[in-house]
């Protein structure tokens, strides 16, 4: 098992090294329930990683790997701050 990745420049650079290093696995930001997301793939299996955000802070992390929860993800999109 990993240890927790802490801080919002390691987990993006964890999230980038991995869609760049790893065959077969992808990340692209999307908007989910109108909050910020990761629509993730790995081998062909879809996931989301969706943020609960709370006074400009990530509080909470989930992560869905039900296909059949994931079939509305929207298209990739630029986030911005």
């Given at each position: 098992m990993l240890p927790p990745v802490r801080g919002a420049e390691r987990v993006t650079a964890l999230l980038g090294c991995a869609s760049r290093t790893e065959p077969g696995f992808t990340a692209a930001a999307v908007w989910l329930n109108a909050a910020p997301a990761a629509r993730?793939?790995?081998a062909g299996e879809p996931a989301a990683l969706s943020l609960a955000v709370a006074d400009g802070r990530v509080t909470r992390v989930y992560l869905v790997?039900?296909?059949?929860?994931l079939p509305r993800l929207t298209e990739p999109v630029a986030l911005t701050r």
């Open positions: 993730l793939e790995d790997c039900n296909p059949r929860k």
